[in-house]
């Protein structure tokens, strides 16, 4: 069993940045891809942001190329998502969810992953 723990949302101006935490329980998080997902109200959950086992492999949506940035330390068990130039569209929940099947590539379905966080709400103002 996987726990994720997020963390780091908050209310900020546009233009402004904030960066997520998502924390793992277990040993073998080193092999997890991650991915982060958000929702926004009266929306369906949508892809942000996804890295493989190693760091070395990551995935955007077109919408945060070049704002946002995943991350992770497998030492610490967490993934990052460090969020620049936000904008009110960027207001969401924000989850993590871990694909616990190892040494994946990471992925943009959020069928592929097996554990996901309570969310963190980001809530960016004009």
């Known amino acids: 069993q996987v726990q994720l723990q997020e963390s780091g949302g908050g209310l900020v101006q546009a233009g402004g940045s904030l960066r997520l935490s998502c924390t793992a329980s277990?040993?073998?998080?080193?092999?997890?891809?991650m991915g982060w997902f958000r929702q926004a109200p009266g929306k369906e959950r949508e892809f942000v942001a996804a890295?493989?086992?190693?760091?070395?492999?990551?995935y955007y949506t077109g919408s945060v190329k070049g704002r946002f940035t995943i991350s992770r330390d497998n030492a610490k068990n967490t993934v990052y998502l460090q969020m620049n130039s936000l904008k009110p569209e960027d207001t969401a929940v924000y989850y993590c969810?871990?694909?616990?099947?190892?040494?994946?590539?990471?992925?943009?379905?959020?069928?592929?992953?097996?554990?996901w966080g309570q969310g963190t709400q980001v809530t960016v103002s004009s």
């Open positions: 277990g040993r073998t998080f080193s092999s997890y891809a």
């Open positions: 890295i493989n086992w190693s760091g070395v492999i990551t």
């Open positions: 969810a871990a694909d616990s099947v190892a040494y994946r590539r990471g992925s943009q379905d959020p069928n592929n992953y097996n554990y």
